[in-house]
């Protein structure tokens, strides 16, 4: 199982919970089963959050694949130089 | 097909990581490259904005007959030629926008927002006909309260600038509106238990001004519309492919149908990777179906195109007696201007990022005022946290006698260590870097009085995203590259060398050029230090592509098994016994088969590119304060980055350069002086005090290379963290001169006169 910890404003969303263990294999499983605990999480991680998995962090790749024993952190998605207008 | 590396010329020297002669360089230095405004199409009329008078105000009505009636206006535009915009937060290509405000910033609907918020606009035959349609325009406002201050517009009775504005991110949720748009926050650890373990704690405000990008080269389009509604744009921009996305949902246009050109970008630093004048172009043009073409004044620049937020920062920092840092705070009040989206989430996120602690609290508000929308400027959001963050690690220095680069080594983040912002980091540099300045000779050179040194280290993410890149061979075995995004920093040169080490082809036998939006797929824009880490792990992969056709021609060419060929050293090569029968192939060789053994020979490369790496980097300044007349003259600054892999270490170099030039001007001079009336004071060039060449000295950059073992050459970003140290580290340059700690932004002449007076150290 994955150990899965969300940064900022995301615990809002799921009753203040921050860590969940999730048998997920890749980002998009972990955002479907994410969403099927806490349904009104789901429009953020449509939206755009990064994802770092042992570190490493990825953005908008639904595919990437995520190990048993990975740490996975859920980000607010990093812009750079792309902000709002 | 064996492939063995493939990163070499055929006389095995390299060409990535030498300083090659830039391929856009000629065009630049002889005039003849085009940039936003030079472009033109027969019978194309001047377009030009009506600008909002008042900082705030109701917009009762709005009569343009008088101006369409003048002989030479060809079309008039106002809110109504805009169809209004849901409030939801859309992906837009790759970014989330709500257009709800992108319409409104745009043309003002409801309201007028901020002195210069575009009204209407008028394309004529003429630059004086469209200036004398403006005047005959008439606008009833009706005058609103303003406010402009972030703490200001964050008291409950402060002008509200709009009505459906419900603070996002606190518990319960707000009954009334406000100028708060969100409040955001990053936390690990327990603060206050760790505060309770630290010998000292030190905890300031800080303010920052407002700072504009200062591009030189003002925003410019120039639009057609066919009657099949299939459009043709240049403009000066980071992301053509994010224009095209704005101006087909604002406008109702399909994507397929709008051609956008990027034009050659007199700078950007984050401020053009939005639209303004574009669909204002477009819109234009549809009505009076004629080209149009718009350019801002410097005026219009500075009122009515985004600078970043100015601030106002609270840091408390803790330590033990022997500088270990366990715990820090801080609370973060960044302007969005007039509508939401300030940096201040990357502000929390980097703002101790340097730094391995335990226990980091950050809170951040996004605060709407009535000034322009802010944009994006390099690392955005972090030099203003990570500013009052170093600021307050020099204190901690001096109060505990630690070494300031002693103090920040005992705490750097390194390989394993947890970010503030969560996750562990991989390999970084920041510990290199602070090696890197403290061998310096500049580090020991001796100092004068009046005279200060300062260093700092800051951090930027860095990010990759989609791109698409193509290499085609050509008949005579030259190699046409190109790219999708923007070249603002030497991305044509960059990936050139990438492209020429690949194939094994000379270095300017590789001409690279920046495609238009229906010559390659998707590419997001040139911002977050991503280009030319994206675009060259895109042209690694096109080159796979070329190089695995090259080895199938082969094969057929010499009915050769897969494994009796491979690509090395720029040709194909037979393996084995297959050796003594036919000589290995070029890429030129091939090219000059093409037709005769399939076809034009090219790759694409379509990626998704992930692993961007973070850079850290340090820098040292030493800088003499004037105490006649409080003016600040920087003596000496040497930048150290880590760079993973300098692609053209003198693009790397420049990149360290200017954001340090644009870190001084930040810290000792640019800000936006408002008046009593909403008004910006010193909207030009004049006034708006940049840095000059004879304002700085020669800045000494400090190449440190930790590979990005994520990146196919080890390259991370390299062109936004460079403007994240300057601030802290003239600010604790100055305290060194002075013994005084600003902490306000910027530093200028006569804050500083002030501030020497009021302690006795200057007689004037």
């Known amino acids: 199982m994955a150990r899965v910890v969300l940064i900022g404003n995301l615990a809002q969303l799921t009753g203040g919970v921050t860590e969940f263990q999730l048998a997920a294999s890749t980002v998009k499983q972990l955002f479907e089963q994410l969403g099927a605990l806490h349904p009104e999480i789901r429009r953020h991680l449509e939206d755009g959050v990064a994802v770092a998995i042992d570190g490493q962090i990825y953005q908008d790749s639904l595919l990437e694949p995520i190990a048993p024993d990975s740490e996975v952190f859920l980000l607010p998605q990093i812009a750079g130089g792309a902000m709002l207008p | 097909m064996a492939e063995t590396n493939g990163h070499s010329q055929a006389n095995g020297q390299h060409v990535v990581g030498t300083r090659t002669v830039r391929p856009d360089g000629v065009d630049k230095v002889t005039g003849r490259a085009r940039f936003g405004a030079d472009f033109n199409l027969p019978g194309q009329l001047i377009g030009r904005v009506l600008r909002s008078p008042h900082p705030h105000a109701r917009i009762v009505s709005i009569d343009t007959s008088k101006a369409e009636a003048l002989p030479g206006v060809k079309a008039v535009i106002t809110r109504a030629d805009f169809a209004d915009q849901p409030s939801e937060f859309i992906p837009a290509g790759e970014m989330m926008m709500n257009y709800k ?246 502000g929390t996120m980097c703002a101790y990022a340097p730094y391995d602690i335990e226990h980091v609290h950050v809170i951040g508000y996004d605060v709407v005022s009535n000034r322009p929308k802010v944009a994006a400027y390099r690392a955005p959001g972090a030099p203003i946290s990570e500013y009052a963050v170093e600021s307050v690690v020099d204190e901690i220095a001096k109060k505990l006698d630690i070494d300031p680069i002693d103090l920040r080594m005992q705490n750097a983040a390194h390989e394993g260590t947890k970010a503030a912002y969560g996750p562990k980091f991989g390999p970084i540099g920041l510990e290199e870097t602070l090696n890197a300045i403290r061998k310096t000779e500049h580090w020991n050179a001796p100092l004068r009085k009046w005279q200060g040194r300062g260093v700092a280290s800051g951090f930027w993410f860095n990010i990759g995203g989609e791109t698409c890149v193509s290499l085609t061979v050509n008949e005579d075995g030259t190699v046409s590259l190109m790219a999708g995004t923007p070249d603002i920093g030497g991305l044509r040169a960059s990936l050139a060398a990438v492209a020429a080490d690949e194939l094994g082809v000379p270095y300017d036998k590789v001409r690279p050029i920046i495609g238009d939006t229906g010559s390659l797929g998707f590419n997001f824009l040139t911002g977050g230090s991503r280009s030319a880490f994206s675009g060259s792990m895109a042209i690694v992969e096109a080159a796979k592509q070329i190089k695995a056709d090259l080895c199938a021609r082969a094969g057929k060419l010499w009915e050769a098994k897969p494994d009796q060929v491979e690509f090395s050293e720029g040709h194909v090569r037979p393996l084995g016994a297959l050796a003594e029968k036919v000589k290995p192939m070029s890429v030129a060789d091939f090219a000059k088969v093409a037709g005769k053994t399939g076809g034009p020979i090219g790759g694409v490369g379509r990626i998704n590119a992930q692993g961007a790496g973070p850079s850290f980097g340090t820098h040292l300044v030493d800088l003499e304060v004037d105490p006649e007349t409080g003016r600040t003259t920087i003596l000496r600054y040497t930048v150290a980055q880590d760079a993973g892999r300098a692609l053209h270490p003198a693009y790397v170099e420049g990149q360290y350069q200017g954001g340090a030039v644009q870190g001084i001007g930040w810290a000792l001079n640019e800000e936006y002086v408002y008046g009593a009336d909403g008004k910006l004071q010193n909207a030009g060039f004049l006034d708006y005090r940049m840095p000059v060449a004879s304002d700085v000295p020669m800045i000494d950059a400090i190449l440190v290379e930790v590979a990005n073992p994520k990146h196919p050459y080890g390259v991370r970003g390299v062109g936004e963290t460079p403007i994240v140290p300057p601030l802290g580290a003239i600010a604790n340059a100055m305290e060194a001169a002075t013994g005084i700690r600003f902490t306000e932004l910027p530093m200028s002449p006569p804050k500083v006169l002030k501030a020497l007076k009021d302690k006795g150290l200057s007689k004037v």
């Not at chain 2, 469209?130 to 002008?159: F, G, N, Q, S």
């Open chain 2, 101 to 346: 405000d992108v319409v409104r910033n745009v043309l003002a609907r409801e309201k007028v927002l901020y002195e210069g918020h575009a009204v209407a606009a008028v394309a004529a035959t003429s630059t004086a006909i469209a200036r004398r349609a403006l005047k005959l325009i008439e606008v009833k406002y009706e005058t609103l309260p303003h406010v402009i201050d972030v703490v200001e517009a964050m008291r409950p009775d402060a002008p509200l600038l709009h009505d459906d504005l419900f603070t996002v991110g606190v518990e319960p949720k707000p009954e009334r509106p406000s100028n708060i748009a969100k409040r955001v926050e990053i936390k690990q650890g327990d603060v206050e238990a760790g505060f309770k373990t630290a010998d000292i704690i030190v905890e300031r405000e800080f303010k920052t001004a407002p700072v504009h990008q200062g591009y030189i080269e003002p925003h410019a389009a120039l639009a057609t519309f066919s009657e099949d509604g299939s459009t043709e744009l240049w403009t000066t921009t980071q992301g053509h492919y994010i224009v095209r996305a704005h101006c087909a949902r604002l406008l109702g246009l399909d994507i397929g149908k709008v051609r956008v050109t990027a034009t050659e970008i007199g700078g950007g630093f984050g401020g053009k990777t939005v639209v303004y004048l574009e669909p204002l172009a477009i819109a234009l043009s549809r009505k009076a179906k004629r080209p149009v073409k718009m350019v801002m004044s410097r005026e219009e620049v500075f009122k009515a195109s985004g600078p970043t937020s100015g601030a106002t920062v609270r840091v408390k920092l803790g330590a033990t007696k022997s500088g270990k840092f366990v715990a820090a705070f801080a609370e973060l009040k960044y302007q969005a201007g007039a509508f939401q989206g300030s940096p201040v989430q990357p």
